[in-house]
């Protein structure tokens, strides 16, 4: 198995604060890995770590199974970093941060950027100050598909833009990864687009991965029961790691469970007379994991 990425037990302070905490993280080859997870997770101090824009203080990580130097030019030209507040020349046209991309990259393909430029309809004599959020982040990706990567690192990709361009945006994505077989890690909190795109996903808290795994197998971990149990909630799961959330009105209950075979068959051995098994989003899943780490944001009423 190829790993384009692999971070090793990756540590990362500033000043007294831990951003990220002794995090692994492995991406194959080809593959799309998603971090997900609230604004100061940790998720953007991670990928500027696999990039080499930050040094880590403790751990270390290995790009196509070198480790990443201090000075790593020849691997940066393999690996595009996309993200909504990277430094662009302003008072550049889009044609002009094109040839200066072209002059950075060996591998720079002109004729594969204008395509995707068309496709985007981004405007080439527009200057850079004079795009919006979402034709930055369009004219970015364009510039990064044409040098050809072989990693391509991607901070909320998202950002700005529509719902119909998002799709386009999403798409191009995923061809790159499935057509060319180039990696991607990307950081968002948007979970909808992590169920379209991801292959393995992986949840931030506080610097650390709470919960990651293959997408399917991470989902098929986690399971909500409404179940009816005459003598209460089994003294096995009152405190048990493996449950995520409970609420019950009378004897019915609903549970959120993880890692716990045949859940439903062993509720029915305690005494339930009815188990039924309630479908999930990737949105749900996250909120109980992150519920289960003390992570809860209650409404706030405004007088």
Excluded at 95 to 100: T, V
Excluded at 141 to 170: H, I, N, W, Y
Excluded at 178 to 201: K, P
Aim: hydrophobic letters at 45%; a negative charge; aromatic letters at 6%.
């Amino acid at each position: 198995m190829t790993f384009s990425v692999e971070a090793v037990d990756v540590t990362k302070r500033f000043g007294a604060s831990v951003a990220v905490d002794g995090v692994s993280v492995q991406v194959q080859e080809g593959s799309i890995y998603g971090l997900v997870g609230a604004n100061g997770a940790g998720k953007t101090t991670l990928l500027r770590l696999v990039i080499g824009m930050l040094q880590p203080d403790g751990g270390e990580v290995r790009l196509f199974g070198e480790r990443l130097p201090r000075d790593a030019a020849a691997l940066r030209q393999q690996v595009q970093y996309v993200a909504p507040d990277m430094e662009l020349f302003r008072t550049f046209t889009v044609q002009e941060m094109l040839r200066y991309t072209g002059l950075l990259y060996e591998h720079f393909d002109a004729e594969r950027c204008d395509r995707l430029l068309d496709v985007l309809q981004v405007s080439r004599t527009r200057r850079v100050r004079h795009l919006s959020t979402g034709m930055k982040m369009q004219m970015r990706l364009a510039m990064a598909l044409s040098t050809r990567p072989q990693l391509l690192v991607l901070d909320e990709p998202a950002t700005g833009l529509d719902p119909v361009v998002k799709r386009q945006f999403l798409q191009l994505i995923l061809q790159e990864a499935a057509g060319y077989g180039t990696a991607v890690i990307m950081a968002t909190h948007q979970l909808e687009d992590v169920e379209r795109l991801v292959d393995h996903v992986a949840f931030m808290y506080q610097g650390r991965i709470v919960k990651a795994g293959d997408l399917e197998a991470l989902r098929g971990s986690i399971c909500k029961l409404q179940v009816v149990l005459p003598q209460g909630l089994p003294s096995w799961l009152e405190d048990s790691p493996h449950l995520l959330h409970t609420h019950h009105s009378g004897q019915l209950y609903t549970l959120v469970l993880q890692d716990i075979a045949d859940a439903a068959a062993r509720l029915r051995e305690v005494g339930a007379t009815y188990v039924e098994t309630v479908s999930m989003d990737l949105d749900e899943v996250f909120q109980y994991v992150m519920e289960k780490e003390g992570y809860v944001r209650n409404g706030i009423l405004l007088s």
